[in-house]
Every structure is written in structure tokens, then in C-alpha cells.
């Protein structure tokens, strides 16, 4: 199993342009998220999923967007990004729910200029 | 509101030496309790967690954390430190499907 993989492992973009983070898991979990990290932050919960078709808001959710057409995929979305989105995103998944165990993904590190 | 605070943002031990970080929570209810590891570069990889039960909990590593209700506590130690526990340690609840984690606690070890 691959476990959690992100792509692309490092991105820079020019503010107001749009991109993708892609976030899949080969372990057939139904609870999804995304998180960003800057420092002295910790981590912060941007978007989560419980399953295909579902998902919900976060601590920190403006700027992003996000669905869930498949169990495997949770792509996370900046429409227009701002120097504000610099940071290390992080992907996890969970087999059903945000009480069990997070399995992190490596994280796609983004510079917003 | 619900919060997670790491008061000690750097350690610094000796290796060899004993470790406790600190964890306290705010919740309205017990929530599911974790910790953390990420080394430099990486993602993050679960030591322990508590749901119910024992109130004291082994984790991978050699780590154990207590949970203390009158409190509102679930500090994290080890009885001895190796060089390669050096690393960022995060404290985090869960409770409906979301999770708040701490700001990190980053430990140092000496040789």
C-alpha cells in the first residue's frame, strides 16, 4: 500500500492564480482532511470528509474548496491564492472517523508570491 | 471554545534523561486524545492515543501519556531519551470528526 500521497510536493504561485493539491489513499478509508501548517501553528483543519459526496468546513476553511466524487481522492482547491495560503499542507485519512487515527500523507509545501 | 495548548514550545534534555511534555485541553465533554510525532520534513505519525479505560497508555517508541479528568491533562512521557527522539511532538483532541492539534512542542536532545 502507498498509504496517503500528495501531490505536488512543492508549488510556487503568483497571487489570484488557481491550482489543485491532490491528496489519495489506497486504504479504503471513508474519513478524509486537510490541514495547513505554519509555524508556531501547529496544525489546523482546513476541510474534512466522512465519505463520497460529504463534506464539511474546518477551523480555517476560506480561500478553499474541496469535494469528494471517489473514497481515494479529496482534492483540495485555491480558486485565487494570496500570500496568506503560504504554507505546508498536509493531507490524512482515517478509516471512518475523525476520532481514530490520522495517517498523514508527506505534505505539499506552497509559496504564494 | 475548544483549544489544546502545549505551554513549552522548545525542550532541551540530555540523552539518557527523562521526558515529560505537557498537554491540557478545554473541551465540554472527554474528548479523544492523541500525540503526535513529525520529524523534520515529514508528515506526522501517531505515539499513542486514549479513548476510554486505563488512564495511562504505552505507545510506540517507549512513550506513555496519562490522562487526568481533574485536570484536563494527557502529558506525554519517556523514561530516557534517545538522540533520535529529537523531533516536533503534537498534543491533539478529537470530538465530531474534527480534530484541533497544539502548537508543538520541538525537543532538543544534548549528547
Known amino acids: 500500500n502507498a498509504g496517503v500521497t500528495q501531490t505536488p510536493k512543492f508549488q510556487v504561485l503568483k497571487t489570484g492564480q488557481s491550482m489543485t493539491l491532490q491528496c489519495a489513499q489506497d486504504?479504503?478509508?471513508?474519513?478524509m482532511s486537510w490541514y495547513r501548517q505554519d509555524p508556531g501553528m501547529g496544525l489546523r483543519l482546513i476541510h474534512y470528509?466522512?465519505?463520497?459526496?460529504?463534506?464539511d468546513q474546518g477551523e480555517v476553511p476560506n480561500g478553499y474548496n474541496v469535494s469528494r466524487s471517489t473514497t481515494e481522492d479529496f482534492p483540495l482547491r485555491l480558486l485565487s491564492a494570496a500570500p496568506s495560503q503560504t504554507s505546508v499542507y498536509f493531507c490524512?485519512?482515517?478509516?471512518?472517523?475523525?476520532?481514530?487515527?490520522?495517517?498523514f500523507g508527506p505534505g505539499t509545501r506552497l509559496l504564494v508570491l | 471554545a475548544q483549544s489544546v495548548t502545549q505551554p513549552d514550545i522548545h525542550i532541551t534534555v540530555s540523552e539518557g534523561a527523562s521526558l515529560e511534555l505537557r498537554c491540557n485541553y478545554s473541551y465540554g465533554a472527554t474528548p479523544y486524545l492523541f500525540w503526535y510525532v513529525q520529524s523534520p520534513g515529514q508528515g506526522l505519525q501517531l505515539l499513542l492515543k486514549?479513548?476510554?479505560?486505563?488512564?495511562l497508555v504505552q505507545g510506540i517508541k517507549g512513550f506513555e501519556a496519562e490522562f487526568k479528568r481533574s485536570q484536563s491533562s494527557f502529558n506525554l512521557r519517556k523514561p530516557s531519551v534517545h538522540w533520535s527522539d529529537a523531533a516536533e511532538y503534537f498534543c491533539a483532541v478529537a470530538r465530531d470528526d474534527k480534530i484541533i492539534f497544539g502548537k508543538g512542542t520541538r525537543l532538543h536532545i544534548l549528547p
Open positions: 486504504m479504503n478509508h471513508e474519513y
Open positions: 470528509s466522512v465519505g463520497a459526496g460529504i463534506t
Open positions: 490524512a485519512s482515517s478509516y471512518s472517523s475523525g476520532e481514530e487515527t490520522q495517517y
Open positions: 486514549y479513548f476510554s479505560g486505563d488512564t
